[in-house]
C-alpha cells in the first residue's frame, strides 16, 4: 500500500510526496545519481542523453544501479512507483522500433531524461517498460507511477491492453484498482464538506451540529486504496494553499498523515502488518528532498546543492546539519 499526491504553493512551486508502506524496508537511503553517472542500462537507448538531469530520491543501489521509489531531478520533475499488484502488466520482452524500459528503472529514467510532463508525455507513446528484473534475486515489481511537475500531474499504468497515461486531475494516486476507477469513485463523495452542517428540524426537534468537522460524514476511514485515495485527495484539495518552504512542507507531511498506516490494522495474507514505512516530500523549488520514518517522525532535509554531483556513481546523501 501506498499514497501520493502533489500540489503548488502561491507562487507556483512544486510540493511532490508519498507515504510507502509495507511490511518491511529494504536498506532504503536517500541516493543522490550525479548527471554524469555511468548507470548501467537495461537495454540499448541510443536517444538517451550522455549527460542526464541530477537525481534525488529513496531508493537502494544495486550493481551501480540505482533503484528509486520515488525521486526528484535538478529540473523540478518528480515520480513515485506505487504498488499495483493485480494489474500490473509488463511486457515480457523488448519491443524493436520502441523505447524499452525495464520497469525497475523507469523512475531513473524519466528523472534523468526529461524535464517536464509534457516532454514525458511525448515519448510515452513509444515506450515499452519490460518486466526484466534487475537481477536474479529481485523480482520485478508490480507497480504503476505517479509523475509531477509545476504544472499538473501524470499516473503512468502498464495495463493488459497497454500502457495508459491518465491526466490526474486530482493529483492525487494510491493502488489498487486503477486510477480511472479511483478517479470515478471520487463521484461517491460529492456531498462532504469543510463546511459546519446547517440546523435541521425534524418534526418538533430542532437539531443542531455537534460542532465542526461534520460535512465529511461518509469519508471512508478504512486504509485499503480506495478509502486512502478518496481521504487524500479531499484533504489535497482542501487545504489552504500556503507561502514558505515551511508551511509547504508541513502540508505535504500533515496531508499525508490522513492516509498513513499505523502498524496492526492492515494485515497481509502471510499474517505480516503493512505500516507506512516512511513518508517523503520533494520540493521543487529549492531541490530539497525531506522524509520521515515510522519509528522516528523527526522530518530531515536533503538540499540537493550540498550534495556533489561531479562523479560518475550514485551515492548515498546525508541530511543537512
Known amino acids: 500500500m501506498c499514497t501520493?499526491?502533489?500540489?503548488?504553493?502561491?507562487?507556483?512551486?512544486?510540493?511532490?510526496?508519498?507515504?510507502?508502506?509495507?511490511?518491511?524496508?529494504?536498506?532504503?537511503?536517500?541516493?543522490?545519481?550525479?548527471?554524469?553517472?555511468?548507470?548501467?542500462?537495461?537495454?540499448?537507448?541510443?536517444?538517451d542523453p550522455v549527460?542526464?538531469?541530477?537525481?534525488?530520491?529513496?531508493?537502494?543501489?544495486?550493481?551501480?544501479?540505482?533503484?528509486?521509489?520515488?525521486?526528484?531531478?535538478?529540473?523540478?520533475?518528480?515520480?513515485?512507483g506505487l504498488n499495483f499488484p493485480q494489474s500490473a502488466h509488463y511486457a515480457p520482452d523488448a519491443v524493436d522500433g520502441t523505447t524499452n524500459v525495464a520497469a525497475y528503472e523507469f523512475p531513473y529514467w524519466v528523472a534523468r531524461n526529461f524535464s517536464t510532463l509534457d516532454e514525458l508525455r511525448k515519448a510515452l507513446p513509444s515506450v515499452t517498460v519490460v518486466a526484466k528484473p534487475v537481477n536474479?534475486?529481485?523480482?520485478?515489481?508490480?507497480?504503476?507511477?505517479?509523475?509531477?511537475?509545476a504544472?499538473?500531474?501524470?499516473?503512468?499504468?502498464?495495463m493488459a491492453d497497454g500502457l495508459r497515461v491518465w491526466e490526474d486531475d486530482v493529483d492525487t494516486l494510491t493502488n489498487e484498482p486503477d486510477f480511472g476507477?479511483?478517479?470515478?469513485?471520487?463521484?461517491?463523495?460529492?456531498?462532504?464538506?469543510?463546511?459546519?452542517?446547517?440546523?435541521?428540524?425534524?418534526?418538533?426537534?430542532?437539531?443542531?451540529?455537534?460542532?465542526?468537522?461534520?460535512?465529511?460524514?461518509?469519508?471512508?476511514?478504512?486504509?485499503?486504496?480506495?478509502?486512502?485515495?478518496?481521504?487524500?485527495?479531499?484533504?489535497n484539495a482542501r487545504y489552504p494553499v500556503q507561502d514558505g518552504e515551511k508551511n509547504n512542507v508541513t502540508r505535504l507531511f500533515r496531508t499525508l498523515g490522513a492516509a498513513a498506516v499505523p502498524d496492526g490494522v492492515a494485515r497481509m495474507g502471510d499474517g505480516a502488518y503493512e505500516k507506512t514505512l516512511y513518508t517523503s516530500c520533494f520540493s521543487a523549488s529549492t531541490l530539497t528532498y525531506y522524509h520521515a520514518t515510522y519509528d522516528d517522525p523527526t522530518i530531515r532535509a536533503y538540499p540537493l546543492s550540498a550534495c556533489d554531483l561531479s562523479g560518475t556513481a550514485p551515492l548515498v546523501a546525508t541530511p543537512a546539519a
Not at 455537534?210 to 486512502?228: K, T
Request: hydrophobic share 40%.
Open 136 to 149: 536474479e534475486h529481485l523480482p520485478v515489481a508490480n507497480l504503476h507511477w505517479l509523475v509531477g511537475d
Open 4 to 47: 501520493g499526491i502533489r500540489f503548488t504553493d502561491k507562487n507556483g512551486a512544486m510540493y511532490f510526496g508519498r507515504n510507502l508502506d509495507w511490511t518491511q524496508g529494504y536498506g532504503e537511503q536517500v541516493v543522490v545519481t550525479p548527471p554524469a553517472a555511468e548507470v548501467p542500462a537495461a537495454f540499448e537507448r541510443p536517444r
Open 51 to 80: 549527460r542526464g538531469h541530477a537525481v534525488m530520491g529513496m531508493g537502494i543501489v544495486v550493481a551501480g544501479i540505482p533503484l528509486y521509489f520515488d525521486c526528484g531531478n535538478d529540473a523540478g520533475l518528480a515520480v513515485a
Open 181 to 235: 476507477w479511483h478517479r470515478q469513485n471520487l463521484r461517491n463523495y460529492l456531498t462532504l464538506s469543510d463546511g459546519l452542517p446547517a440546523p435541521a428540524t425534524w418534526d418538533r426537534a430542532d437539531l443542531k451540529p455537534f460542532g465542526s468537522g461534520g460535512g465529511v460524514q461518509g469519508l471512508p476511514g478504512d486504509y485499503g486504496g480506495p478509502a486512502r485515495f478518496v481521504r487524500a485527495a479531499f484533504v
Open 151 to 158: 504544472t499538473d500531474s501524470l499516473v503512468v499504468e502498464c
